[in-house]
């Protein structure tokens, strides 16, 4: 969602023993570590290192959202996000402003992740295996401990997750040849993960097996690993008007591991899918959502201003 960073300007230092009171990372991490943050772009880089007056030690200028960013990404550690590349993703998903460059290699790499899954799913029975493999680890994902947790019972497991595996390898949603039993284990964990929107079995098989519009949708998802950088940008800024308007929040359950990063990047997915459907009516609706937050709020200055904080070391 659209952030408004303030000015407010800390002071203080790094004594020998660690970070000291003003330090955006005090009581957080220890200075080894922010220094690890700061080198993966987790947390932003300083502005300007200036000499005290008295010749001893220095001034260095951070952002003023330095903190709030550090306590994000502490959450998204405590949360079970691992890898510096999938917290850089989430943190600029949030709104943070992380480098560009670093996003740019991170949505390559999953991307290409993307293609292998599918290209590998798409071949004769590798859907199955690659669902079997799933279920067969000895330390599973957050992904499916929670189908397990729903679907009790392994011939639904397997079904849902099979679903879900040939609708991520861009098999046509006609293809899966769903109805209202069918879909009933995959509609059950929409349902837990989206509660109040999900559509019931019947509607989902009928979505997916006769509704262009869905067809197009999912295929447009599906394109992904083909868009170029601007366009993931758009999706994000797109992702953060949404998620203002609605104040959408993920579930509960979701909001660990593996299942938080893709309910995250689904999402992102998803709005950038609907403007590659149909470019202009998605930016008249953003347009129009952009209209409703503004009618109710004061106008306030962009949250690109130069708005700095210091820290002394």
């Keep these: 969602m659209t952030r408004r960073f303030d000015d407010q300007k800390v002071a203080g230092g790094c004594g020998l023993g660690g970070l000291s009171a003003g330090h955006p990372g005090y ?3 220890s200075a080894r570590e922010f220094a690890r943050l700061r080198a993966d772009d987790l947390i932003p880089r300083h502005i300007a290192r200036l000499r005290n007056p008295t010749g001893y030690g220095s001034t260095v200028e951070y ?45 390559k790499g999953l991307s290409d992740s993307a293609l292998l899954f599918a290209a590998r799913a798409q071949r004769d029975l590798e859907a199955d295996r690659i669902v079997f493999e799933m279920l067969q680890r000895h330390d599973p994902s957050q992904l499916i401990r929670w189908t397990r947790e729903l679907l009790p019972k392994r ?64 295929h447009a998802a599906a394109t992904f690993p083909e868009w170029p950088l601007s366009e993931w940008i758009q999706a994000r800024e797109d992702q953060l008007v949404f998620r203002q308007l609605t104040g959408w929040q993920i579930p509960t359950r979701a909001t660990i591991g593996d299942l938080l990063l893709a309910t995250r990047f689904a999402l992102l997915i998803a709005c950038g899918a609907m403007r590659q459907i149909d470019r202009d009516g998605w930016e008249a609706r ?3 959502m952009k209209a409703t937050l503004n009618s109710g709020l004061p106008v306030e200055a962009p949250i690109d201003d130069d708005q700095n904080s210091q820290e002394a070391c």
């Design 27 to 29: 009581g957080l991490v």
């Design 155 to 218: 011939c639904d497991l397997e079904t849902a997750l099979l679903q879900m595996v040939q609708l991520a390898s861009e098999t046509p949603p006609p293809e899966l040849m769903l109805d209202p039993d069918s879909a009933q284990p995959i509609q059950r964990l929409l349902g837990d993960l989206l509660p109040g929107v999900e559509p019931s079995a019947a509607e989902l098989a009928s979505a997916m097996s006769l509704d262009d519009q869905f067809a197009n949708f999912m």
């Design 286 to 288: 953003i347009r129009e």
């Design 63 to 107: 952002p003023a959202w330095t903190r709030a960013q550090l306590e994000h990404q502490r959450a998204l550690e405590e949360a079970g996000i691992r890898g510096a590349d999938n917290q850089r993703l989430l943190l600029w998903i949030d709104g943070f402003p992380i480098p560009i460059a670093r996003i740019a290699a991170d949505l």
